[in-house]
């Protein structure tokens, strides 16, 4: 087995009991701060018209000469225990997004609440409760990880940092880690070079889920990987999502992968959201035009449905001059002239009493 | 037939006169390639055979390290030096032996007869050199014609390509294109020179999922009016059954399963190929699902196990595996066959036969797999 539950009796409990009881298994020293809230929970994580703008510099000075809108307005919620899955083309946002909310990034507006709480105006020093609780993967673990530390000493540190523990406690706690994501006790031992991708990837996902955080940001978690290791991992976050009851935001570019792990599902382009929604709804009625042509663009591994492949002229353009009105207008096959002037704002399209599915197009496509 | 004589690989493809027809353009038998390391010798590729018809493309797929990028780069000679080197078998194009071949009739048979087109495109495109410059020198450097004309087909070529502004984009530098960009004037140089085969290694991996739509889409459309062979590198198995005609599967420097690319994806017959197959996640398959793994990792190259190298990872191990089961004949399904041709007939550019010159008269290349089981296997 790659990845055995984290705890063989966790899964026989019911969700209440079980929440309080995964605390036990890595970290005893705290209990969840909502206990006693009652009705439906609130979302996890609520974002909320959030912008990250970079200052493009140029000339001799070094001087500001435009502002790149990296995350231009984006609003998302996700709740606990779920997954919404981040899609777009390289440099459409999703990694600057997820970096702001983990603030490795300070916005310039917006809001970003944890349970409540916003975090974007708050110190280093009043964000640290909150690193405890939002944790991020990477796509190489190989780039995080301390190449000179040992494994041991690499899981230990999240518990050295946030003082929990005596050293045989954390020693435990490592151990148990490793079971957790499928590594032998000895890996402890050995140093990250020492390990394939995969299993890199595994040591780095051990890190993130050492805190037991609430949200885990999985930035192109499986992309450098093969396809036989892919699955593998895959399923270790499955289990760990239902076993620890993680919410995901899961950003990738591989609409498959992200189809496949996803409740829900947020389309970006160029700094914004221009469709979310329900995962399966969105892959059985796609309404914006660039989720459309995304999902045309993947090629599908079964022969039988060989056809050709869909293409839309043109490059991703980038975010520092982004085309006016709708960012897509100049690859849109439905464009108009008002989608040169005026970006659609996201509205509500679903029929009534069916889950929100938002699309920011001019048009009911 | 008399030995070849160097002088029968001209710069530029003539069309093959009717005796070359007869064989598949290029056909690698038994080829083995090994790198000589501090630590030792590591066989990378150890007795690897195949072909690439006529007009055709074959994809070559297989994990990391399992050997595909080292067998596209001893088809070029293009193996690290001094380390890598072919240690044994043929590498035959139109019936010439490339392993043989004189450095110089090499360098002319590269970027002549064969194109070449990487994954990063900035390693095959000098970052301080303007593109125009890289493109016509492809020409110079093949064809007897004077620099003025070499320009011209530049220009002309950058527009096949779907470059817009061509003459513009002539006196550009590499950095000033996008990464879609780049990669359509690598796929111009592979061209100048009218390749009878164009080797493409993970020609979009780097790219977006929308600009690699794009490159494939061109590379067929290229195929159809060029008709060129492609034996097309990739991981992606959705590349492979969107784009190939037969598949090579490789594992740890062996190939372990081969076949037309219908066959092969609704008969897989070997359990890595079936665990494969099985692994990707589907738009069409329901969500939050365990996917099916092929538990473990591959062994390392210069730790092999005797016998089935996927013995270790193999829910179907018995004792023989210990021995190294042969590539054998796999018995084609009809139903499998007659709907595969009729549906690369209507929905297949890529096998299209119109102006691709004598495509359809290349016979299937057969199925063929490596595993002592194979007959017990059933598809999934």
């Not at chain 1, 349970?115 to 640290?128: C, F, I, M, V």
């Not at chain 1, 939002?134 to 690499?154: E, Y």
């Not at chain 2, 140089?189 to 794009?214: F, G, K, R």
Request: with cysteine.
């Amino acid at each position: 087995m790659s990845a055995g539950p984290v705890d063989s009796d966790s899964g026989l409990q019911a969700p209440a009991a079980r929440a309080s009881a995964d605390r036990r298994i890595v970290d005893p020293t705290t209990a969840p701060a909502a206990v006693g809230r009652t009705g439906p929970a609130p979302p996890l994580l609520e974002v909320d018209r959030l912008r990250t703008y970079f200052p493009v510099r140029g000339g001799v000075f070094l001087t500001a000469k435009a502002i790149c809108k990296a995350v231009d307005d984006v609003s998302l919620n996700i709740a606990p225990g779920e997954t919404l899955g981040l899609v777009g083309e390289s440099g459409c946002g999703k990694s600057t997004l997820a970096k702001t909310v983990v603030r490795l990034l300070k916005p310039a507006g917006g809001s970003v609440r944890f349970e409540g709480t916003d975090l974007a105006p708050l110190s280093r020093r009043e964000l640290k409760p909150f690193r405890r609780e939002i944790q991020m993967i990477f796509q190489d673990p190989a780039d995080s990880l301390n190449s000179r530390q040992s494994v041991g000493k690499i899981l230990e540190e999240p518990f050295v940092v946030h003082r929990l523990g005596s050293a045989e406690e954390r020693r435990l706690w490592v151990a148990r880690l490793l079971d957790t994501v499928g590594l032998p006790a000895r890996a402890a031992d050995r140093f990250p070079f020492e390990f394939s991708g995969g299993q890199r990837q595994r040591i780095g996902i051990a890190r993130a889920i050492a805190l037991r955080p609430k949200l885990v940001l999985c930035d192109e978690p499986v992309s450098a990987l093969d396809v036989s290791i892919q699955s593998q991992i895959l399923n270790l976050l499955l289990d760990l999502q239902r076993d620890l009851r993680l919410s995901y935001l899961f950003i990738s570019h591989d609409l498959a992968v992200v189809k496949h792990v996803s409740d829900r599902i947020a389309i970006m382009y160029l700094g914004r959201i221009v469709e979310i929604g329900e995962a399966d709804e969105i892959y059985a009625r796609p309404l914006h035009p660039y989720t459309r042509i995304l999902l045309a663009a993947v090629p599908d591994p079964d022969p039988r449905k060989r056809r050709r492949l869909e293409v839309v002229e043109g490059d991703v353009p980038t975010p520092i001059n982004p085309p006016s009105g709708c960012h897509l207008h100049p690859r849109c096959p439905y464009a108009e002239d008002r989608c040169r002037v005026e970006a659609p704002v996201l509205r509500d399209v679903s029929p009534s009493g069916a889950p929100p599915h938002r699309v920011a197009c001019h048009f009911d496509l | 037939m008399a030995p070849p004589v160097i002088d029968a690989l001209p710069a530029t493809a003539p069309r093959p006169g009717p005796a070359a027809l007869e064989r598949p353009l290029l056909e690698v038998r038994d080829l083995v390639t090994a790198f000589d390391t501090e630590a030792g010798r590591v066989v990378a590729v150890d007795g690897v055979s195949f072909e690439v018809g006529r007009g055709r493309t074959v994809g070559l797929v297989g994990e990391s390290g399992c050997g595909k990028t080292v067998t596209a780069l001893s088809v070029m000679r293009l193996l690290p030096q001094p380390m890598g080197r072919v240690l044994g078998g043929e590498i035959l194009l139109d019936g010439v032996d490339l392993v043989k071949l004189p450095l110089e009739a090499m360098r002319r048979v590269r970027g002549g007869r064969i194109g070449m087109i990487f994954q990063e495109p900035m390693t095959a495109l000098n970052p301080v050199q303007r593109i125009g410059k890289q493109l016509a020198e492809a020409f110079l450097l093949h064809q007897k014609i004077e620099p003025e004309e070499a320009t011209r087909l530049s220009i002309e070529l950058l527009a096949k390509v779907g470059i817009p502004s061509p003459e513009v984009r002539f006196g550009e530098y590499p950095h000033q294109l996008s990464g879609g960009m780049r990669q359509r004037v690598v796929i111009a140089m592979a061209l100048a020179n009218h390749p009878s085969l164009v080797i493409a290694d993970e020609p979009t991996t780097a790219l977006d999922v929308t600009i690699q739509a794009q490159i494939l889409a061109l590379m067929q459309d290229l195929q159809r009016e060029m008709g060129m062979s492609i034996l097309l590198i990739t991981h992606d198995l959705g590349i492979i059954a969107q784009t190939c005609d037969e598949v090579v599967v490789m594992y740890a420097g062996k190939v372990i399963e081969s076949g037309p690319v219908f066959e092969l994806f609704e008969r897989p017959k070997h359990p890595y190929t079936q665990g494969l197959l099985r692994a990707i996640p589907r738009l069409d398959h329901p969500r939050k699902t365990r996917l099916l793994t092929i538990e473990g990792t591959v062994p390392a190259i210069d730790d092999l196990p005797s016998g089935c190298r996927f013995q270790n990872r193999c829910p179907y191990r018995i004792e023989r595996c210990l021995e190294l089961p042969p590539l054998e004949d796999v018995e084609p399904d009809p139903a499998v066959t007659a709907t595969s041709a009729a549906r690369a007939a209507s929905a297949a550019p890529a096998t299209a036969t119109a102006g691709a010159g004598p495509t359809d008269a290349a016979p299937a290349a057969p199925h063929q797999v490596a595993c002592w089981r194979w007959r017990e296997i059933e598809p999934p």
